[in-house]
T-cell receptor, first 111, second 111 residues
Framework: NAGVTQTPKFRVLKTGQSMTLLCAQD?????MYWYRQDPGMGLRLIHY???????AKGEVPDGYNVSRLKKQNFLLGLESAAPSQTSVYFC??????????FGQGTRLTVV | SQQGEEDPQALSIQEGENATMNCSYK?????LQWYRQNSGRGLVHLIL?????REKHSGRLRVTLDTSKKSSSLLITASRAADTASYFC???????????FGPGTRLSVLP
C-alpha cells in the first residue's frame, strides 16, 4: 500500500518553462489537494478536487492548473514557471471529513 | 487567510520534558487535527478531535479542545529526541472540503 506518491521528487526549471507534477493515491479517496509550503508560511492550498472530473481553486491558484481525469490521480501544471513558484509542493488526499494523507513532496526550484 | 495559528512558533526542550503547543482558529469547526512534519518529509496525521469532544489521548499525546475559546492544545509527554519536528494544527472549512493549516510550531528536543 503506497499511499500518496508524488513524481518527481526534485526538479529545477528555467523561468518560462512548463512542467507537470503527478500525484497518485491508492486509497480510493474522494478528495485530493495540492499545497505549496514556503518557509514561515505553513501550507497554502493551490487547487483541490472533491471527485473525479472536478477541480476548484484554493488560496493561491494563479499560475497553476490542475486536472483529475482519474480518481486516483491529480496533476498540477505550471504553464510558465516563475521564480516565485520556487517551493516545496505537497499532494494530499482524504475521505470527506477524515485525515489528510500526504505525499513526500516535490522540491521545485525555478531559476 | 489562515484558520489555525500555532503558538509558540518554536520550542526547545530537554528530553524527558513535556511539550505544549497551542492552536487558535477563527470559525466554527467539525473537527480539528494535528499533524507532524519531520524535516524534508510530508505531513503525518497524529490525532483528530471532534467539536463535541474536549480531550483525547493517543499514547504520549494529549489534545484538548475548547470551542468557546476557539483553541486547542497538543501536549507531548516525556519527549524524546525523535519528537523533533514541526507540528501543525488543521481545521476543515465550513464545507468540510478543505484543510486549513497554521504556520506550525518547530519543536526541538535536545538529548
Amino acid at each position: 500500500n503506497a499511499g500518496v506518491t508524488q513524481t518527481p521528487k526534485f526538479r529545477v526549471l528555467k523561468t518560462g518553462q512548463s512542467m507537470t507534477l503527478l500525484c497518485a493515491q491508492d486509497m480510493n479517496h474522494e478528495y485530493m489537494y495540492w499545497y505549496r509550503q514556503d518557509p514561515g508560511m505553513g501550507l497554502r492550498l493551490i487547487h483541490y478536487s472533491v471527485g473525479e472530473g472536478t477541480t476548484a481553486k484554493g488560496e493561491v491558484p494563479d499560475g497553476y492548473n490542475v486536472s483529475r481525469l482519474k480518481k486516483q490521480n491529480f496533476l498540477l501544471g505550471l504553464e510558465s514557471a516563475a521564480p516565485s513558484q520556487t517551493s516545496v509542493y505537497f499532494c494530499a488526499s482524504s475521505f470527506p471529513g477524515g485525515f489528510a494523507f500526504f505525499g513526500q513532496g516535490t522540491r521545485l526550484t525555478v531559476v | 487567510s489562515q484558520q489555525g495559528e500555532e503558538d509558540p512558533q518554536a520550542l526547545s526542550i530537554q528530553e524527558g520534558e513535556n511539550a505544549t503547543m497551542n492552536c487558535s482558529y477563527k470559525t466554527s469547526i467539525n473537527n480539528l487535527q494535528w499533524y507532524r512534519q519531520n524535516s524534508g518529509r510530508g505531513l503525518v496525521h497524529l490525532i483528530l478531535i471532534r467539536s463535541n469532544e474536549r480531550e483525547k489521548h493517543s499514547g504520549r499525546l494529549r489534545v484538548t479542545l475548547d470551542t468557546s475559546k476557539k483553541s486547542s492544545s497538543l501536549l507531548i509527554t516525556a519527549s524524546r529526541a525523535a519528537d523533533t519536528a514541526s507540528y501543525f494544527c488543521a481545521t476543515l472549512d465550513n464545507y468540510g472540503q478543505n484543510f486549513v493549516f497554521g504556520p506550525g510550531t518547530r519543536l526541538s528536543v535536545l538529548p
